[in-house]
């Protein structure tokens, strides 16, 4: 496979797919929960990636990883950041039943707000003047999509707000530990502490599980089946894609997931955003995209660039030592 930008074109190709792969995660959760219990869907979600990614590191054990294949170097890391990724998840697959899946996935996507107000605030990093009004205009694309007091979108704007501060958290943590582990074994512990902390929720809750996918249609199967493989592949592409080009070529083209989101919801639901929401989407796409080429730009000029061996193909655009997490994963489900 083709590294560090050899393949600028393909590593593009498969940014697309992947906001491809989210917009289609976030519209299926939202047809099947229709139907189907929620916290259901999201048990699926985290066993589906588990699963595969235990036969994905089986398989690469195989060919001569070893027991080393799923071994963690910072546990506790895994766990943390595992869970604070099942709380955005949590929050995206409830939150897109009462919002537009459009909608959602606009609001979503100010988590470089957030991360950039969690550096000055908590880790009392210097933030420019430049930064700041690249927050003001993200807010401000977020109150064209919501407009409070209209009730255009109402009080479910709480979950995707609510999104981009855990996932503004998880960027975080991700940006400071990330680098000492592989990509694919971090992707692995991500599925399995979902798939854990779920059973055991499922566990106490009055879902019957057993009685639910028993009585689910081979329709429902399916798109479950679906909403899992979105998730699981989504990531992968995303690790895949940051080995065939740079992290500043390819990261502005996860905001396209608007538009795949915005073409999602108005084939299967019929909703097109208005004019005005329109607007707000691409102001939010614009600061965001603004946002990433800061983060890349900084992050280039405080390091030489990584070498083959240094970077790798492995590695996941949230899990690059030196680059800010703003400027990587945008997207999480």
């Known amino acids: 496979m083709a590294v560090n930008g050899r393949h600028?074109?393909?590593g593009i190709a498969l940014i697309l797919l992947m906001a491809a792969c989210f917009a289609t995660l976030d519209t299926a959760v939202k047809y099947l929960g229709a139907t189907v219990p929620v916290l259901l869907i999201l048990w699926g979600r985290y066993v589906f990636q588990a699963v595969a990614m235990t036969l994905w590191l089986a398989g690469r054990g195989l060919r001569g990883a070893g027991p080393g294949a799923f071994c963690a170097a910072r546990p506790g890391f895994q766990v943390l950041r595992g869970?604070?990724?099942l709380s955005t998840s949590g929050l995206s697959f409830y939150g897109v039943q009462h919002m537009p899946v459009a909608e959602f996935t606009a609001i979503a996507m100010l988590t470089p707000v957030v991360v950039t107000v969690l550096a000055a605030t908590v880790l009392k990093e210097h933030v420019s003047g430049l930064r700041w009004a690249l927050v003001a205009l993200g807010l401000a694309g977020a109150l064209l999509v919501i407009r409070p007091g209209t009730g255009v979108v109402g009080w479910a704007a709480v979950f995707p707000l609510a999104l981009t501060v855990a996932y503004g958290a998880?960027?975080?943590l991700t940006s400071r530990y990330a680098a000492l582990e592989d990509p694919y074994i971090t992707h692995f512990y991500t599925g399995l502490v979902g798939a854990v902390a779920l059973s055991a929720i499922v566990a106490i809750s009055p879902l019957r599980l057993v009685d639910a996918l028993s009585g689910?249609?081979?329709l429902q199967w399916s798109v479950l089946l679906l909403v899992g493989a979105m998730g699981t592949v989504g990531h992968l592409l995303l690790i895949l894609a940051l080995g065939m080009a740079p992290a500043s070529t390819l990261m502005p083209f996860t905001y396209s997931a608007l538009v795949f989101a915005t073409?999602?919801?108005?084939?299967?639901?019929?909703h097109v955003p208005d004019g005005i929401?329109?607007?707000g989407m691409a102001v939010i796409a614009l600061g965001g995209a603004a946002s990433v080429w800061l983060n890349v730009r900084e992050a280039q000029q405080r390091s030489p660039a990584p070498t083959a061996a240094a970077a790798g193909a492995a590695q996941a655009p949230h899990e690059r030592p030196g680059v800010s997490p703003v400027a990587m994963d945008v997207l999480g489900d």
């Open 83 to 85: 869970a604070l990724l």
């Open 216 to 218: 689910a249609s081979a």
């Open 8 to 10: 600028p074109m393909w």
């Open 277 to 279: 929401a329109m607007a």
């Open 170 to 172: 998880f960027q975080v």
């Open 263 to 270: 073409l999602a919801g108005a084939s299967v639901f019929g």
